[in-house]
């Protein structure tokens, strides 16, 4: 069964950063690509950012480049996504997702969810 776990969320003033990580249960990670979305009060979930199985590819959503940085380490069957310089506007509960081989930017591509961490961004 696989599960995906993930930590790292909270409170942080606006030009503040975080780190969240996800932690999978999946005995072939490595062949897992891995995204990052977040779903605001009142909005639908968007994607954030995407890594191929080996980290040579990653996309990022236009509101997030240059801020967020998705990375793997896949003995460690975790991915993580490094926040700076968060906006008020970033608040959202933070999902990771997998699916196998491919990226992508679509929420319906992926098989595998987390519960989630809130991040919350202050003014």
């Known amino acids: 069964q696989v599960q995906l776990v993930e930590s790292g969320g909270g409170l942080v003033q606006a030009g503040g950063s975080l780190r969240l990580s996800c932690a999978a249960s999946?005995?072939?990670?490595?062949?897992?690509?891995m995204g990052w979305f977040r779903q605001a009060p009142g909005k639908e979930r968007e994607f954030v950012a995407t890594?191929?199985?080996?980290?040579?590819?990653?996309y990022y959503a236009d509101s997030v480049k240059g801020r967020f940085t998705i990375s793997r380490e896949n003995v460690k069957n975790t991915v993580y996504l490094q926040m700076s310089s968060l906006k008020p506007e970033d608040t959202a509960i933070y999902y990771c997702?997998?699916?196998?081989?491919?990226?992508?930017?679509?929420?319906?591509?992926?098989?595998?969810w987390g519960q989630g961490t809130q991040v919350t961004v202050s003014s």
């Open positions: 999946i005995r072939t990670f490595s062949n897992y690509a």
């Open positions: 997702a997998a699916r196998p081989t491919m990226t992508s930017r679509t929420i319906n591509d992926y098989d595998y």
């Open positions: 890594i191929s199985v080996n980290s040579r590819i990653t």
